[in-house]
């Protein structure tokens, strides 16, 4: 079992969707980070948080460290909003990274 | 700021042969990381340099070596390609190393490699 799961693997919506993306992890962790893979694979980092919720823009990331699980939402979604989304965790000195969820926002 | 730079983007090469990735930043960064990205499975690190002349091995560090030549660079050297190799490698950097909160990570583009 991996150290870090995501659900879905596979997500389609349709433009103006609220979406939510879930990340569940098995260690004891510092932080936990999104990330967002572009169709052409660069990748950009969304939130690093450990603790609570942050917003940015129509992105919303909470975590409950208890039930050591975090979800990503998208408010309001859009066709640019497609790629790859990507939940890694900081558990001491390495980062474990999910296999992403693969988003696709038609319009 | 051109962030972080990879070279070259793409690469073929074929079994046996050795070729360099080469990884430079301008953000002042202490840390700076390598991984692979293979279909299926999360990003994992090869490499990583906490800080100007050290390295330190990462998850999957056999048949790669790593050079932190300044504070701006960090290479990645596969002297014997081969096929398993074949992979998207990723450079990274941060103001500090994994395991503190505050070290949000910065990518490059990617270097898509194919080992024949």
């Known amino acids: 079992k991996n150290e870090v799961e995501q659900s879905p693997q596979n997500l389609t919506a349709q433009e103006g969707e609220f979406i939510t993306i879930n990340c569940s992890y098995s260690v004891g962790i510092s932080a936990l980070h999104w990330l967002q893979q572009h169709p052409g694979g660069g990748i950009v980092s969304l939130f690093m948080l450990s603790s609570g919720k942050k917003k940015h823009g129509r992105l919303i990331a909470t975590i409950n460290i208890q039930e050591k699980h975090s979800s990503l939402h998208i408010t309001a979604s859009h066709p640019r909003d497609s790629a790859v989304y990507i939940c890694a965790v900081t558990s001491g000195s390495r980062l474990t990274f999910g296999e992403g969820t693969q988003l696709t926002v038609n319009p | 700021n051109a962030g972080v730079t990879q070279t070259p983007k793409f690469q073929v090469l074929k079994t046996g042969q050795s070729m360099t990735l080469q990884c430079a930043q301008d953000m002042n960064h202490n840390s700076m990381y390598w991984y692979r990205q293979d279909p299926g499975m999360g990003l994992r690190l090869i490499y990583y340099s906490a800080s100007e002349g050290t390295t330190d091995k990462g998850e999957v560090p056999n048949g790669y070596n790593v050079s932190r030549l300044n504070k701006r660079e960090f290479s990645l050297r596969l002297e014997s390609a081969a096929p398993s190799q074949t992979s998207v490698y990723f450079c990274?950097?941060?103001?500090?190393?994994?395991?503190?909160?505050?070290?949000?990570?910065?990518f490059g583009p990617g270097t898509r490699l194919l080992v024949l």
């Open positions: 990274a950097s941060s103001t500090v190393e994994i395991g503190r909160a505050e070290g949000t990570q910065y």
